[in-house]
């Protein structure tokens, strides 16, 4: 029985069959699943496979040369997840689930979270500390990272830490970039969130403000060499909800953290604004830098923009720049040592 070249080529490379800028998904059976990605915001748009031989169903997007997409079929009658026997690179979403990814030609994982022999490395140690009624929970986790040099340094608080060290891989990427010296070397706070109320605690909460500034920093001073934040400004660091949080951080305690980096910050929705967007408008502007990165095919690149638009009207000093990904700590891996370099490189 002869088999359609498609298939033929997606058994041998895998799928999707990356053709140019065209990626086409494989899928063999008697009926065709859905296709959600982060293109088409996932359940928000699942895309319809057309039939192209018998039990054989495709798919084809334009991507651009360096993307890199995460995916997943879905059971069209039951709404159960159908793995990809096709392609057995798989990602833990974060949210329960897995999803299948592939990178286009020119599209490549960041050298930078690869441990090299021989580099001095930093530490990591476990922690916690008392929330003192500022967050849910009488403890939260803190992760607390001491680079591989002597002397004092600054600190950067990171929102959402656990998963930017197990997902991001946060430590090794800023390891690998102090031994190569394209930034000066800082400490890091990697801080738990919440749980199920991580919306409640990252949607500008001065509750949080209060936690970072009352528990995580005394916690950090106790266990690391920091320079005050009167020598140099401390950092925030987060994605999301955290991206949000960090700049509404720096906007609320400017002389504490002077550097911001705002990965993907959810920064409004079509029916209203955060308080973030007054702080902005109508405060007076602080003296703080500011990183934002946006991932070309999620559905927050618009707000994104706007609030670039409107930290760039307001004379704010930010930066701005947009890859070819999604809302996943894979496309926030593979960009954020621009934003360390921009906000943290030497001198």
Not at 9 to 14: K, S, T
Not at 298 to 320: A, D, F, G, H, Q
Request: glycine residues 8%; neutral net charge; contains cysteine.
């Amino acid at each position: 029985m002869r088999i359609h070249p498609l298939l033929a080529l997606a058994r041998q490379v895998g799928n999707p069959v990356i053709e140019g800028d065209v990626a086409t998904f494989i899928w063999q059976g008697p009926t065709p699943p859905s296709l959600m990605d982060d293109f088409h915001n996932w359940d928000d748009a699942p895309q319809k496979m057309k039939r192209i031989g018998k039990e054989l169903w495709s798919y084809s997007i334009h991507l651009p040369e360096d993307a890199y997409l995460e995916y997943a079929f879905l059971d069209v009658q039951t709404g159960e997840r159908l793995d990809d026997p096709l392609n057995l690179n798989c990602v833990d979403n974060g949210v329960d689930n897995y999803n299948h990814f592939f990178y286009m030609p020119k599209g490549k994982p960041t050298p930078l979270i690869n441990t090299k022999r021989r580099r001095p490395r930093g530490t990591v140690t476990r922690s916690e500390v008392l929330t003192r009624d500022y967050a849910v929970g009488p403890k939260r986790t803190v992760y607390l990272y001491q680079p591989p040099v002597d002397g004092r340094v600054p600190l950067v608080v990171v929102y959402d830490g656990p998963d930017y060290l197990r997902r991001g891989k946060l430590n090794v990427i800023v390891d690998n970039l102090i031994a190569e010296g394209r930034i000066r070397p800082f400490a890091m706070a990697l801080v738990e969130n919440g749980g199920q109320a991580r919306t409640l605690e990252y949607s500008c909460a001065e509750a949080t403000l209060g936690f970072v500034k009352e528990c995580v920093i005394p916690l950090a001073k106790e266990n690391l060499p920091l320079l005050s934040s009167r020598d140099e400004p401390y950092g925030v660091i987060g994605a999301s909800l955290g991206g949000l949080m960090a700049l509404y951080t720096g906007m609320r305690l400017p002389k504490l953290f002077g550097k911001v980096l705002s990965q993907s910050g959810a920064f409004g929705t079509p029916e209203y604004h955060f308080a973030l967007v007054d702080l902005i408008r109508y405060a007076p502007r602080p003296d703080i830098d500011i990183w934002m990165d946006s991932g070309c095919f999620e559905w927050l690149l618009e707000p994104n923009r706007k609030m670039y638009s409107l930290l760039k009207k307001k004379e704010y000093e930010v930066t701005y720049r947009e890859f070819s990904g999604g809302h996943n700590y894979t496309a926030w891996r593979n960009d954020i040592s621009h934003g360390l370099k921009m906000l943290f490189g030497k001198k």
